[in-house]
């Protein structure tokens, strides 16, 4: 049956749609081959255009609450941020999910080392080490690397189960060792554990090298948590960038996908995203996304 949340969302994905048409329309693009005598109603065109791009953040940011419907009502986010993530986007994802009756569990900031091929050798030797101490059962030891240390970090931040719950002692193990490495710092206090994992990117290339890195990560951590939301910007989503790189690897297949986060609507829909996570349905959203603008369900 086709519901109110329904033709909401959807009516968000048609004003993405033309508020983009029409920012190709009437932006720079428009003006080639103009003379000068055409510049003014060019500038009139122009600035349509810019008010129709913001039309869709508009509309999503007036019917954000409605269409999320409290959705997150005891079920809390982890905030991964990778290195060069915006702290301005962060903030907005952080809005949007307490607006979803959610709230953050606590902000985990990735390092550069955790990231950089020069540090493997530390990032396999403590998760070996880490892998032992917890004890058989907690994550896979022969697992690879990145794989390895995306378990753990799941272990750290994030439950399998569809709610929250207190930190665990392997929890707290694992946050410890990798602030000492100064691999991942964790949130000051006993943080409680999340289902869901929303992984915000940062600004790094899509090297190969770090490409390999991301998907081990992300590919483990997913494991080891209820399921994992990944998003990035507009730039990040189009050729050579991370996210678009990140959509063709064996990842993309367990976890979700989010582009334009920089955005209002692009922040309504990752949180969209999550509770679709959380009902265990994946997918790659937002302007560049294979399954659409939003979720639609």
Do not use: C, N, W
């Given at each position: 049956?086709?519901?109110?949340?329904?033709?909401?969302?959807s009516?968000v994905?048609?004003?993405?749609?033309?508020?983009?048409?029409?920012?190709?329309?009437g932006?720079?693009?428009?003006?080639?081959?103009?003379?000068?005598?055409?510049?003014?109603?060019?500038?009139?065109v122009?600035?349509?255009?810019?008010?129709?791009?913001?039309?869709?953040?508009?509309?999503?940011?007036?019917?954000?609450?409605?269409?999320?419907?409290?959705?997150?009502?005891?079920?809390?986010?982890?905030?991964?941020?990778?290195?060069?993530?915006?702290?301005?986007?962060?903030?907005?994802?952080?809005?949007?999910?307490?607006?979803?009756?959610?709230?953050?569990?606590?902000?985990y900031?990735?390092?550069?080392?955790?990231?950089?091929?020069?540090?493997?050798?530390?990032?396999?030797?403590?998760?070996?080490?880490?892998?032992?101490?917890?004890?058989?059962?907690?994550?896979?030891?022969?697992?690879?690397?990145?794989?390895r240390?995306?378990?753990?970090?799941?272990?750290?931040?994030?439950?399998?189960?569809?709610?929250?719950?207190?930190?665990?002692?392997?929890?707290?193990t694992?946050?410890?060792?990798?602030?000492?490495?100064?691999?991942?710092?964790?949130?000051?206090?006993?943080?409680?554990?999340?289902?869901?994992?929303?992984a915000?990117?940062?600004?790094?290339?899509?090297?190969?090298?770090?490409?390999?890195?991301?998907?081990g990560?992300?590919?483990g951590?997913?494991?080891?948590?209820?399921?994992?939301?990944?998003?990035g910007?507009?730039?990040?989503?189009?050729?050579?960038?991370?996210?678009?790189?990140?959509?063709r690897?064996?990842?993309?297949?367990?976890?979700?996908?989010?582009?334009?986060?920089?955005?209002?609507?692009?922040?309504v829909?990752?949180?969209?995203?999550?509770?679709?996570?959380?009902?265990?349905?994946?997918?790659?959203?937002g302007?560049s996304?294979?399954?659409?603008a939003?979720?639609?369900?």
């Amino acid at each position: 049956m086709i519901t109110y949340r329904h033709h909401v969302v959807s009516l968000v994905a048609v004003f993405l749609a033309l508020a983009v048409g029409v920012v190709l329309g009437g932006g720079p693009l428009s003006e080639l081959g103009r003379d000068d005598d055409q510049q003014a109603p060019a500038r009139t065109v122009t600035q349509q255009a810019r008010l129709a791009a913001g039309y869709g953040d508009t509309f999503a940011e007036s019917a954000a609450e409605r269409l999320y419907d409290g959705g997150l009502a005891d079920r809390p986010v982890a905030l991964l941020a990778m290195p060069g993530a915006d702290d301005t986007t962060v903030a907005g994802l952080t809005e949007q999910v307490e607006l979803a009756g959610g709230s953050v569990t606590g902000r985990y900031d990735v390092q550069p080392a955790l990231v950089a091929a020069s540090e493997k050798a530390l990032v396999d030797t403590l998760g070996s080490q880490l892998a032992a101490d917890l004890g058989a059962g907690v994550v896979d030891a022969e697992a690879s690397t990145y794989a390895r240390m995306g378990q753990l970090v799941g272990v750290a931040l994030a439950t399998t189960g569809d709610e929250g719950s207190p930190a665990t002692d392997e929890a707290e193990t694992v946050r410890q060792s990798l602030a000492a490495a100064e691999l991942v710092v964790s949130p000051e206090g006993e943080a409680s554990r999340a289902p869901v994992v929303l992984a915000v990117l940062g600004d790094t290339a899509a090297t190969e090298g770090e490409l390999a890195v991301l998907d081990g990560l992300l590919g483990g951590i997913a494991e080891t948590s209820a399921g994992v939301v990944t998003v990035g910007d507009t730039d990040s989503a189009r050729t050579g960038g991370v996210l678009a790189a990140l959509r063709r690897e064996p990842v993309a297949d367990v976890v979700t996908t989010v582009d334009g986060v920089e955005s209002a609507l692009g922040q309504v829909t990752a949180v969209l995203a999550v509770l679709r996570r959380l009902s265990g349905e994946g997918g790659a959203f937002g302007a560049s996304g294979a399954d659409g603008a939003v979720p639609l369900g």
